[in-house]
Each structure stands twice: as C-alpha cells, then as structure tokens.
C-alpha cells in the first residue's frame, strides 16, 4: 500500500476549477516533490490531502486514512509546514515549540530540533521580532515537532540564504532517513533535483508529468554532442508543451 494516495481529486472556488484531476501516488519513505506554476493548484492539492480542505470529488488516503472522516487520528501523525503562517506577536520562540509538541503523544525532542534548525540562539525572542528566515525556521521546526510519520513542506526553503537553505536540506535527509514521507511544494529546481526520489508536475490544475528527476530530464530530445539537459529545462519544457496543448484544445 502505498503511504499517500490521491486519485481524481477536484476542488472549485467560486466557480474557479482550482484543481481539475490530481491523481498521485506516493511510497512510505520518498520525498516526492510537487512542481508547477503560481496558481496551478498545488498548495490546493496538499490542503486536500493533509485535510485542511475538503475536495469536492475523488479519493484520498494517507496512510490508510481518510482526510475528511479520520481527520483527528490524521493531525497526529502529519506535519504540514504552512506556505506562511504567523504566530502571536509576543509568543517567544521556545514557548511555541513547547506549546506545538505538547499537542502530540510522542513528539521530538524540542531543545534538539531547534538546535538543528538554527533556533536554540533565539528560543527567547517573541515572533515579531525573528526575520523572515528565522520564521521560516520556525515553521518548518513547528511542522516536525509532533514527531510526525508524513511532513508536508510547502516552499520549504523562501526566504533563506544559501547556507542556511543546504542546512535545510541536510535536516530533511536526516528526517526521511528516520523514516517519515516527505511531500516537498517548491518553486526551487535546484532544491528538487537535490531532495526528490519522484516529483510531479501540476499545471492548470492536473498533473502533466511524473517521474523520477532522471526520468523527466531524460523525456527531452538530446542532439549529440550537447550537455545533459537540467531537470529547470525538463521543467519547462513540460510547461510550454502544456500550454501548447492546452492552446490547440
């Protein structure tokens, strides 16, 4: 059984067809990550699944549970680091993972997660006054507090500079090493072709391409003689033969 399935998944608003057919598969242990455009559907994607939202049709399991039906037992066991989220202006930073781990019945170790996202400096400073980067630390350590067996990380790096995105990174390998699925939402390619076993492509609401980074980057036509193309390039090209496609229909 696979640890995440959504197979047909729509959601409208206001007669806006936000998405308009996901069907994903996701194995136990994968970091798979979730690529397309501003406005193709994917955060909408990962609402459904982590329950936040209801979809209007389609089927959807994580871990054998139903979003909708078997939401509390679900918020145990998945940690959803949100695209932005805010916290109260004078919560201290150590006062908000305490208050996040106590929600669950076997969380991590607080003192050594802020360590390893950069937070134990700053454990006493009130969230106004952290910088975008620090509260995007914040976020992504409130989102694995609970100790949770699937993590979902929307634009998981926005906001961070070049070290302190691949120490981001290194932490995500050590949280899958410990066995949780990861679900990565990023606009950043570079962080795809690093993190991703498979990804999928989202545009106009329907996935247009799954594989693995090779799989996809192997898709292009390559003329001899010329430079392995670059899964950006693969990306675009899935684009544009979208658009294209979408264009003659």
């Not at 598969?25 to 994607?45: D, M, S, Y």
């Not at 969230?127 to 979902?152: E, M, N």
């Not at 799989?215 to 990306?235: F, K, M, Q, S, V």
């Amino acid at each position: 059984m696979s640890a995440i399935e959504l197979r047909s998944i729509r959601k409208t608003f206001d007669r806006h067809r936000a998405v308009d057919d996901v069907s994903i598969r996701i194995e136990e242990g994968e970091i798979f990550g979730v690529l397309g455009p501003n406005g193709a559907g994917k955060t909408t994607t990962v609402e459904c699944l982590t329950g936040m939202i209801r979809p209007d049709s389609g089927h959807i399991r994580v871990l054998g549970l139903d979003p909708v039906t078997d939401a509390v037992e679900l918020r145990r066991i998945v940690g959803y680091q949100l695209q932005a989220s805010e916290l109260p202006d004078a919560m201290r930073v150590g006062e908000a993972m305490r208050l996040f781990a106590s929600f669950y019945p076997e969380p991590a170790d607080v003192d050594e997660l802020m360590d390893t996202v950069g937070l134990s400096d700053h454990r006493n400073r009130a969230f106004s006054t952290l910088s975008g980067g620090q509260k995007q630390r914040l976020s992504i350590a409130l989102a694995l507090v609970g100790g949770p067996r699937v993590a979902v990380l929307d634009e998981l790096t926005t906001g961070l500079d070049p070290q302190g995105r691949r120490d981001i990174w290194e932490l995500i390998r050590k949280v899958r090493a410990g066995g949780v699925t990861i679900v990565l939402v990023t606009h950043f390619l570079d962080e795809a072709a690093a993190l991703c076993d498979r990804l999928t492509v989202i545009d106009r609401g329907r996935d247009i391409a799954t594989g693995t980074p090779s799989e996809l980057i192997d898709r292009l036509p390559r003329p001899a003689g010329e430079p392995r193309p670059t899964l950006e390039d693969a990306y675009l090209a899935i684009i544009d033969d979208n658009k294209l496609h979408h264009a003659a229909s």
